[in-house]
């Protein structure tokens, strides 16, 4: 006979920042109806790390979850838009190539678009890549307009995202969580009490004396890891063998250049460098590999690097690339830096974050949290973690800066299997390999693929049903069709005037 559930009647929320005010807006809202208490424990002394100001388009479905746009994300958190990312130099010096949030061209007869450009590129006849991508057009000409709502074909489908203060975004998730009931505990956590029997965690206790129960426990505490890593001794995976850059430096300045649609990674001799462009700001930084660059050396190369005044002292952050071995053990479930750290690339830590929420409420348990669902939880989580790995592996090892200590490492370097697998498949006819739990899906893949130079030995043979002459047609068609539906927008500094000027 089937038993009902003992269910969860509180939650303890250990750190606050991005991920621990993303999962309190995120399970007040969808717990509304439920019988449980939410507390958020977060010292206002404690400096979050706050660097993470891009995001990717699943953003937006997060937004929608606890009922606000991005529009009004915009408007609290000095945000703007992010049509993709631009890549400059990463290949060699003085190349730059874009990887959009859309898709490319139009497949035909069962072959993907690709192919057909592919033939044409073969045969000397070939144009951009990018010229088949509305949201690289828009993003070259600082253009934005919110996609339609049923675009014709695949010509008119993009996606977007935002860039946003961290700090601003953080504040805006409390406000909102607050508000449907989230208490907020202003204190250090100075230890745990375990359960002897489960050998869970039974309480946090508060460096005031305090003590806070809990039946289940969402550690946020940052790369201190205070319950996953110090109380529950879930050791750290190291992958720093693979994506060797181990700290950065961050530094905002004032805006000289134009408001872009647009994040901007510059490729630097250790390393990478970001641009996030704000409402009133310039976010900067350098990400590097210690081993390769001084600190003092970096923080000189970030300052030469920015386009305006620094705002601020250059900000030093040390990390190490990898992940928990379990993101949930017990009753406790690890978000952001607790659970482990992919440098920031591709903006994929706030990604998983949300990922991590919104499979925690999957995989929602009971007080006796089943070890059924922590397992399974923990499987898409390394896969996830992993596919993310690998993609940002990509981006290094297919370099071709020579003589260049870093970057001749970073292209000598053997890949994991599953990467390698994709590499040669792609090498061999242009064939995607698409694993579950993917982030990142086929345009993304091309996007660096031709951005690095990596082409396929071969097309697609049933690309051949097409003439070049017949390709030519279609592909100035399908030039002409972007071009129109770019007509339709504006300029992403008058959208962000219009809409989200804060």
Known sequence: MMAAPDPIRSIVIAGGGTAGWMAAAALARRLERHAVTIILVESSEIRTIGVGEATVPGIRDYFRDIGTTGTEVMKATNGTVKLGIEFADWRQQGHRFFHPFGLYGSPSRGVQFHHYWLKLQAAGRGTPLADYCLASALAADNLFMPPPEAPQNDLGTFDWAVHFEAAAFATFLAGRAQADGVRHVDARIAGTEMDSATGHIAAILLNDGGRIEGDLFIDCTGFRALLIGQALAVPYIDWSDLL???????MPCTRADPLTPYTRSTARAAGWQWRI???????????????????????????????????????????????????????????????????????????????????????????????????????????????????LILHYWGNQRHGEPFWDAMRAQALPHDLQRKIDLWQSRGRFVRYLWESFGDPSWLSLYVGLGLTPRHYDPLADFFTEADLEGAFAKMRDAVARAKALAIPHERFIAEHCRN
Do not use: M
């Open 244 to 250: 060797p850059c181990d700290r950065a430096v961050a």
């Open 277 to 391: 462009p704000l409402q009133s700001r310039v976010g900067n930084g350098y990400v590097y590999s210690s081993r390769h660059i001084s600190d003092d050396e970096a923080v000189a190369t970030l300052r030469a690097g920015i386009e305006g005044e620094a705002l601020a002292d250059p900000n030093l952050i040390r990390f190490t690339t990898g992940k928990r071995a379990q993101v949930w053990a017990g009753n406790c479930i690890a978000l952001g830096l607790a659970a482990g750290f992919l440098e920031p690339l591709e903006s994929t830590s706030i990604t998983l974050i949300q990922t991590g929420i919104e499979r925690l409420l999957d995989f929602w348990p009971d007080r006796n949290v089943d070890p059924a669902l922590r397992t399974e939880y923990n499987r898409i989580a390394d896969d996830e973690y992993q596919r993310i790995r690998d993609f």
